[in-house]
Each structure stands twice: as C-alpha cells, then as structure tokens.
C-alpha cells in the first residue's frame, strides 16, 4: 500500500458521500470525547439541586436531569466514556483476532482446524447474548464491558484475518519473497498484513458502531460503568421513570447513542465503496 | 436433499457440546467463592460449613469432573434448581419461552413484511424520492437502538395517546389473543423496526445486482411487463441471500428481546434471564443462556435449509 494510493483513497472517500458525512460525525465525536473537560460547561456530576428537571434553555443547553446535573456535559463526558470502551474493546479484538487468524492460516493443518473451530463456537451465541454473559458474570464496570465486548468481535477478526492470509499466502509475490529469504513474520508483517488492510479497516469501522451500540446497551441494563459516571446508556435508563415530566433526559442521550451509530456505519459504507473495489 | 438436512443435524451435536463448554467455562469465570456468590455474602460460614456446601454441589472435584456431572445431569433435561424460586431451571425457562418465541416470530413477520417490499420498490426506483426516504429509514433503524425505540413508543402512546403499552399483567395468546396482541404489537415492531432496516438493505443490494443480468434484459426484450420480470425473475434470486439474512438475523431476536423485554416489563426469557444476573442466581443464568443459544443454532440450521430450497444450485452438491 504506496503512499499514492492511500491519499487516492482518501479523496475517493471524501467524495463518496456516506463516507463523507460519517467521517464528518466520527471525526466530531471524537473531538468531543477528547476534549470533553473544555468543551463542557459544567464538570459531569456536579449537582444543582435548585435547577433539577431544567428544559433545554441558555445556561443548560440540552437542559438538567433530575440532580439538576448539566445533560450537555454529561453527554459530552458519556461520548468520552463510549468511545474509551469501544476503541479498547476493538482494538483489543482486532489485534489478537487479526492475529490468531493470520497465524490459524499461515500455519495451516491441525492447528488451523482447531483454533477455527473454537473460534466458530462463539458464532454459536447471539452476540449481545454473549456480551451480557460475560459482562453478568465478571460484574458491572468499563474494564469488564471491554472484555466482553473483546471476546465478542474477536472471532469476527479472526475470520477476516484468516480469509485474507488464506487469499495471499500462496501467491507469487509471497513465493518471491519466500525465495529471496524472508522470513515467516516478515512474509506476515510486509506481506500478508497490508493486503488485507482494506477489509479489516472495513470491520473496524462497523465493529466500533456495534461496540458504542453494546455499550450503551449493557449500561442500559445496569451491567456497563458504575453510576454515577455518565454513560449514554445509563443516563436514558436512568431517566426513564422521568419521560412524561422531561422527555429531554431521554432524547438526548438517545439520540447521540444514535449518531455515534450512524457515523461509524456511514464511514463504514464509506469505506467499503471506496477500499473493495468488488463490492462496487 | 434429506442426506443434506440429515448432515447438517449431525453438526448440530458437537456444535451443542461446545456452547455447553464454552457456557460452563464463562460461569467459572465469576470472581470469588463460588459457594457465596451461590448463596450469597450475608451469610458467614465456617470453613467446614463451605467445605461441606462445596462437596455437596460437586465443587470439590476437578473441573473436567465438574464438567462431566453437570453435562450428564443436563442431558436428563436437569439444569439444576433457581436459587431463589426453588423451581427447576427448565421449568422456570419453559413457562417464560413462549413470550420470547411469540415476539420473536412477530419480530420476523413485521422485519420481512416490511424490509422485502420496501426493498423491492427502493430497488426498482433506483435514485426516486422513495428510494432516498427507504435509504435514510434504513440507516436510522440500524442506528437507532431498541431501547431507545421502545422508550419512545411508550412516551408517544402514553403521553399523546393515553394508553400505557406495558401497564397490567401479561395475558398469554391462548388466554385472549386481542388484548395479548395489544400488548405484543409494541415490543414487536420495537424488536422489528431494526430488523425490516437491515431486511430492507439486503434486499436492495440484491435486487440491484440482479437487476442489469442477462436474464432480465432476455425477459424485458421477449416483451414481459415490469411487476412480472420482477415477481418471477428477480425476486426468485433476489431471495436467496434475503434469506440467509432472515435465518441470521431471526436468530439474533433471542438476544435483542432481552432488551425489549426489559423496556416492556413483558415477563420472557430476556427479563428471566436479567433478573436472574441482578439476583445471582447462576444455575438460572446458565440455563437459560444455554437455551437461548440452542435456539439460536437451532434456527440457523433452518435458515441453511430454507436456503438450499430456494438456491437448487446447492442442493445437488
């Protein structure tokens, strides 16, 4: 993958419009989280008892919970939240399951039988089923939300992984480089890794909609961060009982769990169109 | 075609085996005392009172052996008893499942009878004003998750329409279909909205790949009207990857009632299965985590068959 090719496939990207408006959302998200302490009005759970229940207005712009808590920066504090999981989980399970995959298949044989087919079992789960299993049984908290979510999208990398070392060891390329002396993990690392490239960012994209979208879910249900650390999830279950006196604490945590989704699904579709020329 | 049907329910056996491993495994995984995460920390026992709990539940035995017991009694359908109803886990498990499988399936009617047609028209009318609207419903059901779909309906029906979807005791479909309906219809175009997106999506994608094939441009030119070429040539192979999404996605529903369950308060395997985790009560957890993903196998072996009967090609492999 030349230079060349990569900024080509950036402007492609920029062209294409759903790649265009999720890479303009994920990019704001994660300005948001990184920058969360500056750009919040209020610190996240700093409470003013005498404002509770505020509707959107000038000093609360998205309006108060009912601890009179500042919703704006409450979310702009659960998007540093969602994305800490989501990057950690993904990332997490790209590395190894890129990496259990590409061995399973460079190695080939028994050990590529069976490590594909433990890998196989967890498709033997729902995936949010398989989150909550484990997030139930570790307990509440962001580190083990992150393992569950890991051990979830972890096959789903393996088998990518796999599929693309499966695709490239046997090529020429590789015999040359083979024949010139390289050796496995250069072969791997120069070879295998950056042909498959394109899918796995592909995943990756959908893989971080799909873990803000676990996260918020498990919060929801009370198996994600511990309160009062502001969770998008937790905050709209939280505010549930509360809807009909202040629909507000509901929407807007929904609906910034909603564009989150929406950006990385776009860049995602983005990202398919413009790096897999197959799929076109 | 019944040697295929009858592989595929071979592969069933160890795929069983191994959610079982895999189920049993994760439940090891709980931190601390097994015994007191059994019965909880308010009581303090002697070590000989633990040592005596652990005999009892077998804990003092290595873990292939623990394994061995627990498998052998779960094959004689015994799953062990829920720590605070004192009923047997299977029964807890099979009284709630009809609620779940009832959504599930309602779920699917209103995915596909949503999520084909709309698809079919977004497809025919590449780049018109119903193919952007059916484009952006797609991607914003995709987005929009079912705890925040289902949080809405309950606000709109209740705020704007004064009835409360989830108010009252769950009436079963044998009881009074009509008020069971009206307490289903909710949850399930919740469980359904996300599913007719992505039904929707497929259907697209397929039917546009088929759309500019030979076969359609020989249909269209030996003078065939349009909702014929599209009936009886597109659909027909429009529909085989539409139904590995349905098979896929069906399964999923198992999962995403669990949700649905606990924004309608309806009393399924998804509420069973979460009041279970805030209790402890893991013998109940695991049964009913071990069911769910039977299901889900279960229906994806339906899925793999539908498909062979609408996709011949495969069939005679």
């Known amino acids: 993958m030349n230079k060349n090719w990569r900024k080509h496939s950036f402007v492609r990207l920029l062209r294409n419009w759903s790649g265009l408006i999720g890479l303009i959302l994920v990019v704001a998200y994660v300005t948001v989280a990184i920058f969360a302490e500056t750009l919040a009005p209020f610190p996240p759970n700093e409470q003013h008892p005498a404002d509770r229940l505020q509707p959107p207005g000038p000093v609360y712009r998205l309006g108060t919970d009912e601890f009179g808590r500042d919703l704006l920066s409450r979310l702009i504090f659960g998007a540093r939240n969602s994305l800490q999981v989501a990057v950690t989980s993904v990332g997490i399970a790209a590395l190894l399951g890129v990496a259990i995959g590409v061995l399973a298949a460079y190695i080939g044989g028994l050990s590529d039988n069976v490590i594909m087919r433990v890998i196989d079992l967890l498709f033997a789960f729902p995936a949010i089923l398989l989150a909550l299993f484990i997030a139930a049984v570790l307990g509440p908290g962001a580190r083990n939300t992150i393992i569950a979510i890991a051990v979830v999208y972890l096959p789903i990398f393996a088998r990518v992984g796999r599929a693309t070392a499966l695709d490239i060891k046997d090529r020429e390329f590789v015999d040359a480089a083979r024949s010139l002396g390289a050796g496995h993990l250069r072969i791997i690392w120069r070879h295998i890794l950056p042909n498959g490239a394109a899918p796995i960012m592909v995943q990756v994209s959908l893989a971080l909609s799909w873990a803000i979208l676990t996260e918020a879910s498990l919060s929801f249900l009370g198996l994600g961060v511990i309160p009062p650390a502001p969770s998008w999830g937790s905050m709209l279950s939280e505010s549930r009982v509360l809807m009909e006196l202040a629909p507000w604490t509901v929407l807007m945590p929904g609906l910034a769990i909603m564009i989150a989704i929406l950006g990385f699904n776009l860049l995602g579709d983005g990202l398919r169109d413009v790096l897999d020329p197959k799929l076109q | ?317």
């Open chain 2, 1 to 317: 075609m019944q040697r295929y049907i009858l592989r595929r329910l071979l592969t069933l056996i160890p795929t069983l085996f191994g959610i079982s491993i895999v189920v049993f495994l994760v439940m090891r995984l709980i931190p601390g005392d097994t015994i007191s995460a059994m019965i909880g920390t308010q009581f303090q026992l002697t070590e000989a009172q633990a040592a005596a709990l652990r005999a009892y539940f077998g804990l003092d035995k290595s873990l292939p052996e623990q394994y061995w017991i627990w498998l052998t009694s779960a094959l004689q359908g015994d799953f062990g008893y829920s720590v605070r109803s004192g009923q047997p886990v299977l029964w807890e498990i099979l009284s709630r499942f009809p609620l779940t499988l009832e959504l599930a399936i309602f779920a699917t009617l209103i995915g596909v009878g949503i999520g084909v047609p709309v698809g079919i028209l977004s497809a025919t009318r590449r780049g018109a004003a119903v193919d952007i609207g059916a484009r952006t419903f797609a991607l914003l059901g995709m987005a929009a998750p079912s705890f925040f779909v289902g949080t809405i309906f309950i606000y709109v029906l209740s705020v704007y329409v004064g009835i409360l979807p989830n108010a009252g005791k769950y009436v079963s479909l044998w009881e009074d279909p009509i008020k069971n309906l009206q307490q289903m219809i909710f949850p399930a175009l919740t469980l359904g909205i996300a599913f007719a997106a992505s039904v929707m999506r497929t259907t697209r994608s397929a039917m546009l790949e088929q759309i500019h094939s030979d076969y359609v441009r020989t249909a269209r030119s030996k003078g065939l009207s349009e909702p014929v070429i599209v009936r009886s040539h597109l659909l027909r192979n429009a529909l085989i990857p539409i139904i590995t999404l349905v098979g896929f996605e069906a399964g999923y529903l198992f999962g995403g009632a669990v949700i649905v369950e606990d924004v309608f308060a309806l009393p399924g395997l998804g509420r069973l299965l979460l009041s279970a985790i805030s209790q402890r009560d893991y013998a109940l957890v695991q049964g009913t985590v071990i069911f769910i993903a039977f299901n889900f196998v279960l229906v994806n072996l339906l899925a793999d068959i539908a498909y062979t009967f609408a996709n011949p090609r495969i069939r005679y492999e």
